[in-house]
């Protein structure tokens, strides 16, 4: 029995990766899992199917712990199991290990079930559906499929990832990051181009987590669902345009106008920092039958030391980052050590359990726009976007920047402690800019690798023969 489970295991794992529909997941069903024709139940567990597959890539180690660690923001010290620093800082992850396998089949069910729903969405019950609601949900389900694949993209980067096809048991070839970067593109103007024709008004035929709707903004509201996916459009364009080889044409200019509609047409510097919050977050579930707490509330987690040394004095976000205690408490091992404690990471604190990570709030969108800004060679535009997230942490105004290395240095400053563990963000910024190697970033330990990037899994090296060639154009 030991062996059939570990075998069903495996074919599981593999068929998240490959898109072959071995086993049931009970949080993504499939459309043959519900009878008869796609009714309006059909569609609510569906649609909530896809979202908590994407909840799962996000609860795992690899999407908001690693890469902060590669990233030098954070530390998770284990006494017990070494590999949260030996895989990370002192060495390279394992591509069969929790470390360099994760944020992968998750990210990849999610896809197969946003393309299951998407493709029975046109035969759906004419009484369960209204066309404006058929267009609108399409644009919302491309739109989420496209941020899980670019979620695969920020762990995988220039390793690459694979563009699934129809065919549910062909193993996709992995394609360049350039590649995967146009086809989320292409998918977020084709979701636009659904939203756009169902109209601002235009309603999703079901009831979305609290993590859409709570929030500053109904993401239930075409019009919304538009300013999502912009937003994400916009994010994708500025990393095509800072790719190191051939980049983007036009890409910056784009992401400035994508941005721009994101904010609801707002000026450079005129976004409220009351709105800052607002946006679309993933919600986690403590205790029950859907247990998912999210993943940094973990005693085990600490405050990198280097990244409270470089918060400038009177910066109020260090509240929001560091848990101020009486009695410290030292957490080390493995040649490294911390006293700061992450707010989020405390699990006396049952609100951690449940804290929301935002998906992409305001504040993230105006400081994408400054960075595109900026790569424009538009200083004032992108110096008054910036100011208005800096002044409102106590900061002084920085002067319009002279030259792109100096306004690079002060957008990335404001980007690590506004979006301090919310994702993989400090990590791609890094790496687009080429920051994060020897010789320009401090080695944590004697045999710091300097990571950047997961492996591909060893289950989809083993599914393509570890012939793990890219496609590129």
Known sequence: MRKISLALS????????????????????????????????????????????????????????EPEIFARDAYRIDSNEPRYVNETLNGTPDYG????????AAGYTAIRSATTLINALPGADPGAITEPQRLATTGFIKTIKALDYYRLLELRDTIGVAIQTADPNFVAPLSCKANVLDYIASLLDSANTNLTTAGASAKLPFTLPTGFTAYGRNYGVDSNIVKLNRGLKGKVDLYRGLQHTNPTAGAFTAAVAELTQALGGAAPGAVAASTFGNGAYVTFISGGTENTPNPLSDSKIGVNPKAQAALQAGDTRSS??????????????????????????????????????????????????????FELGQFANGAADLNSVRTTYGLAAIAVPTTLAAARTALLYEKRYSLFFEGPQRLVDLRAYGLLKAGITPAELPNDPFNTALPIPKFEADARGNVLTLSCK
């Open 320 to 373: 929001k980052i560091i848990n101020r205690v009486s009695a410290p408490v030292t957490l080390g091992g493995s040649g490294l050590s911390t006293t700061l404690t992450y707010v989020g990471s405390n699990t006396a604190n049952a609100a951690n359990q449940v804290r929301p990570n935002a998906i992409l709030r305001d504040e993230e969108i105006v400081l994408l726009r400054a960075q595109a800004y």
């Open 97 to 104: 290990s929790f470390s360099g396998s994760g944020g992968f």
């Open 10 to 65: 495996a074919s599981f794992l593999l068929a998240a990766g490959c898109d072959s529909g071995i086993v049931t997941n009970e949080n993504s069903p499939t459309v043959d899992a519900l009878a008869g024709n796609l009714t309006g139940a059909g569609i609510q567990t569906l649609s909530l199917g896809v979202l908590a597959q994407d909840r799962a890539l996000i609860a795992s180690f690899a999407y908001l712990i």
